[in-house]
């Protein structure tokens, strides 16, 4: 990680900068090819990155100024906004984690995370995880998100660099996707 790169939690004046990340990386917009090395598939609007940001749930990397990295932290209540959470939400009494009864009060949907392509394999998802994570430590003691399997370098960051736990799947809209869980009272380094 280079000694320019700041971690803090977003504020209003970086929605512009959290949108243009994100926008290089939806998805619906990339080749086939593009999608091999990652991507995220919830696009989110201004108000939404707003209500996110009045929460303190959105964490960033900055270098120079310029936003090279974020990840979103939510309650299930703001997540059920979109029907895919709540379809993964409706799973909870089947899946299993550590001594976690998973519950939508006991837990928070973590992600997405997006990461510029420039800073990715450089050591900086760690770093931008455990601020995330000190962070919502005090608010809830289980994080919980979901992969589409076709996001390869996302599982293996998350499950080899981070050490999350894959403790499902399911599938959504012909989508099929990973079940994840953490334990947030451990930290990663």
């Not at 270098?63 to 997540?79: E, M, Q, R």
């Not at 899946?95 to 009060?105: K, S």
Request: net charge negative; aromatic share 16%; proline share 4%.
């Amino acid at each position: 990680m280079t000694e320019n790169i700041q971690l803090e939690i977003a504020k209003m004046s970086d929605i512009d900068g959290v949108l243009a990340l994100q926008d290089l990386y939806l998805v619906a917009k990339l080749s086939e090819e593009e999608k091999a090395f990652g991507f995220v598939t919830t696009p989110f609007t201004i108000q939404q990155l707003t209500e996110v940001i009045h929460e303190n749930n959105l964490f960033i990397a900055r270098d120079n100024n310029k936003i090279i990295a974020y990840i979103f932290a939510g309650s299930w209540d703001f997540f059920k906004q979109w029907p895919i959470f709540n379809y993964m939400s409706s799973l909870f009494p089947e899946l299993t984690f550590l001594d976690f009864e998973i519950t939508t009060n006991n837990s928070f949907q973590y992600g997405p995370i997006c990461i510029h392509k420039e800073y990715r394999g450089k050591g900086l998802i760690t770093p931008l995880f455990e601020f995330m994570r000190t962070h919502m430590l005090h608010k809830y003691p289980l994080a919980l998100t979901f992969i589409n399997k076709i996001n390869i370098p996302s599982t293996k960051a998350h499950t080899e660099k981070l050490k999350w736990t894959i403790i499902g799947d399911f599938q959504f809209n012909n989508n099929e996707y990973f079940i994840l869980a953490y334990d947030m009272s451990q930290a990663v380094c």
